[in-house]
């Protein structure tokens, strides 16, 4: 079966880095995209980027542009989400996807999320 | 960036109910139309894509239906299970964007 098994919480003050895992299973890790959505405590979900594990391409919102890296390791069939210059108002779970829409945006299976909490 | 919206943001309902939720989105998205149903402290669900087709697997109580801009999402009879939140998203072009959400509660 389908699954998305990603890493623990992290704590990072302001100004830090966090990367975050998301091990694939279950299906041919190069034959579907991986997005990251990530979800503010009490608030709705947003898109961060989108990465296709056959070839490396990437896509991300330009919000995230300059301070995100969504990269793939296929020898390991693990996605990771670099995210940079962290702010207390990126405290939030990111939550991996499975994307099967060729272009992106249709997310059938998700991880279990990981909690960010970036605070001084 | 495409704006998407939900009516109503929340409500309630009883068991055995026919509840419809309406998105708007700010442009033409055609049919790239994704719904979700979310429960709290969980990953959201994959319930209804390309605005109206099922996803394997999801009960058939839950339908969606238009085009364009305006969607609406329908569960036929209310089950205690479907007590969450439900989000609309497009994936027209990026940024995909979601609806704020609707909550269905407990009448």
């Known amino acids: 079966q389908v699954q998305l098994m990603q890493s623990v919480s992290e704590v990072r003050k302001p100004g830090a880095s966090v990367k975050v895992s998301c091990k694939a299973s279950?299906?041919?890790?190069?034959?579907?995209?991986i997005s990251w959505i990530r979800q503010a405590p009490g608030q709705g979900l947003e898109w961060m980027g989108w990465i296709s594990p056959y070839n490396g391409n990437a896509n991300y919102a330009q919000k995230f542009q300059h301070r995100v890296t969504i990269t793939t390791d296929t020898s390991t069939t693990t996605a990771y989400m670099e995210l940079r210059s962290l702010r207390s108002d990126d405290t939030a779970v990111y939550y991996c996807?499975?994307?099967?829409?060729?272009?992106?945006?249709?997310?059938?299976?998700w991880g279990q999320g990981t909690l960010v909490t970036v605070s001084s | 960036d495409i704006q998407m919206t939900q009516s109503p943001s929340a409500l309630s309902a009883s068991v055995g109910d026919r509840v419809t939720i309406t998105c708007h989105a700010s442009q033409d998205i055609t049919n790239y139309l994704n719904w979700y149903q979310q429960k709290p402290g969980k990953a959201p669900r994959l319930l209804i894509y390309?605005?109206?087709n099922l996803e394997p697997g999801v009960p058939s109580r839950f339908s969606g239906s238009g085009s364009g801009t305006d969607f609406t999402f329908t569960i036929s009879s209310l089950q205690p299970e479907d007590f969450a939140t439900y989000f609309c998203?497009?994936?027209?072009?990026?940024?995909?964007?979601f609806g704020p959400g609707t909550k269905v509660g407990i009448k």
């Open positions: 390309d605005a109206s």
């Open positions: 998203q497009h994936y027209d072009n990026v940024p995909f964007t």
């Open positions: 996807a499975r994307d099967v829409s060729s272009w992106g945006g249709r997310f059938d299976y």
């Open positions: 279950g299906y041919t890790f190069t034959d579907f995209g």
